[in-house]
């Protein structure tokens, strides 16, 4: 049974940083290109934030997150990372991890609030 589990989400004050983990299980991380997503809670659309690419490790961000959010991988603890600093208020939401090609295999999220 693949699963993802995210966890590091809390309340942070506007510029301080977080780091999301997503930690995989029932499948390898390595090889695959692996997406975080985001979404406001009531909310059915997610929102596009990272991927990281599966054959090279290349990555691409949203443009709202752009310069502030790093997203990386380790293949030996079977985990990727969303590093966020200078987080802002619009950055409060649930964030997901996922395998970029179907099946996607979400995860519950993780929430991140930003207080002004």
């Known amino acids: 049974q693949v699963q993802l589990v995210e966890s590091g989400g809390g309340v942070v004050q506007a510029g301080d940083s977080l780091r999301l983990s997503c930690k995989a299980s029932?499948?390898?991380?390595?090889?695959?290109?692996m997406d975080w997503f985001r979404r406001l809670p009531g909310k059915e659309e997610r929102e596009f934030v990272a991927q990281i690419g599966g054959s090279d490790d290349t990555t691409h961000y949203a443009d709202s997150v752009k310069g502030r959010f790093t997203i990386s991988r380790d293949n030996a603890d079977n985990t990727v990372y969303l590093q966020m600093n200078n987080l802002e208020p619009d950055d409060t939401d649930i964030y997901y991890c996922?395998?970029?090609?179907?099946?996607?295999?979400w995860g519950e999220g993780t929430q991140v609030a930003v207080a002004s």
């Open positions: 029932g499948r390898s991380v390595t090889g695959y290109s």
């Open positions: 996922c395998y970029a090609i179907p099946p996607n295999f």
